[in-house]
Nanobody
Framework: QVQLVESGGGLVQPGGSLRLSCAASGFTFSIYPMSWYRQAPGKERELVAA????????NYADSVKGRFTISRDNVKNTVYLQMNSLKPEDTAVYYC???????WGKGTLVTVSS
């Protein structure tokens, strides 16, 4: 069955960095675009970043452009989100999803606080 398992979240100070990973299984990873979403307390889930199946095309929410980088490894069936210069407003549960949004991971919590 399809599984998406996020990891790498945690508590970090403002200005710090984290790298999230999403390990995929149960489908042909290399043919699907992948995305990262996040949901902050009391807010709707929002798109953070997306990447094409080959990794050649990426796009980002305006709020994270220049700070976050999405990438993927089609051998390891993993998509990553490198997050730099983190701000308190980046605090949220981060989810990865397959490009058709049919499957979601359980999420990993990122807390940015001093």
């Amino acid at each position: 069955q399809v599984q998406l398992v996020e990891s790498g979240g945690g508590l970090v100070q403002p200005g710090g960095s984290l790298r999230l990973s999403c390990a995929a299984s149960g489908f042909t990873f290399s043919i699907y675009p992948m995305s990262w979403y996040r949901q902050a307390p009391g807010k709707e889930r929002e798109l953070v970043a997306a990447i094409s199946s080959t990794g050649g095309i990426t796009n980002y929410a305006d709020s994270v452009k220049g700070r976050f980088t999405i990438s993927r490894d089609n051998v390891k069936n993993t998509v990553y989100l490198q997050m730099n210069s983190l701000k308190p407003e980046d605090t949220a549960v981060y989810y990865c999803t397959r490009g058709d949004m049919s499957y979601w991971g359980k999420g990993t919590l990122v807390t940015v606080s001093s």
